[in-house]
């Protein structure tokens, strides 16, 4: 289940339901049923899957434990044969969650770009970060150098794709995050994977599928 957008060099277009993201809120929230809503649970097989061939996939997630406290980012790129082309880790500092997510962002397009990358699939697991990245925003909006920073990026001469996915199937970016801050002040590129990731990119090798069950709701009249 994912939700997708195309970013063509300066053309931009954008196809984005975040249904299923604000099904997840809403199933976090839910403290019983409403009259006039229809809940279901559904059973959604999750996990990472591999670009079509002459594409790359970037893989990205920031981590912040709140707002603000230290935070950092981490990514991830592979090739449609599932192998590992290069990969970031970034001590970010003191920032906001949101905030580390688009900085993710940011420092996962400038790797894809350098690594000669001219076909890339991104997925991420905020949909925060891809509602800010997809939308106008305010030059007032207190991340819009960031933001602007992206757009321009993104803009670059290549086929961008930005694509939301659960957490299951970005599971190597998700462990980068979390490990961020033993890394000293910084972004560092990472040209092989940190031991500890290997079992985590070798399940993601062979396919392994994870079982998330979500509430979703509907209109009882439609």
């Known amino acids: ?69 230290p935070a950092g980012a981490g990514g991830v790129i592979r090739d449609s044969s599932r192998q590992w082309v290069s990969g970031f880790v970034a001590n970010i500092g003191t920032t906001s969650a949101a905030q580390a997510e ?30 800010l990245i997809s939308s106008r925003h305010d030059p007032v909006h207190p991340y819009a150098t960031l933001l602007s920073a992206i757009r321009r990026k993104v803009s670059h001469d290549w086929l961008v794709r930005i694509t939301h996915t659960y957490r299951e199937g970005n599971r190597v970016a998700d462990w980068f995050s979390k490990h961020s801050l033993v890394y000293p002040y910084g972004t560092h590129e990472l040209a092989n994977p940190p031991s500890g990731l290997i079992h985590i990119l070798c399940e993601d090798t062979i396919d392994t599928i994870f079982e998330r069950r979500v509430v979703t709701h509907s209109d009882p009249f439609s």
């Open 1 to 69: 289940m994912s939700s997708k957008g195309l970013w063509c060099g300066s053309f931009f277009t954008f196809a984005f339901p975040l249904h299923h993201c604000e099904n997840q809120v809403v199933a976090r929230g839910l403290g019983g049923s409403l009259p006039s809503t229809r809940w279901k649970e559904r059973a959604h097989h999750l996990g990472w899957r591999p670009p079509q061939a002459g594409w790359r996939t970037l893989n990205i997630d920031g981590a912040s434990n709140g707002n603000p406290t």
């Open 102 to 131: 688009l900085w993710a962002f940011s420092y996962g397009l400038d790797l894809a770009w350098n690594t000669g990358c001219m076909h890339l699939n991104v997925e991420s697991d905020s949909c925060l970060a891809i509602q």
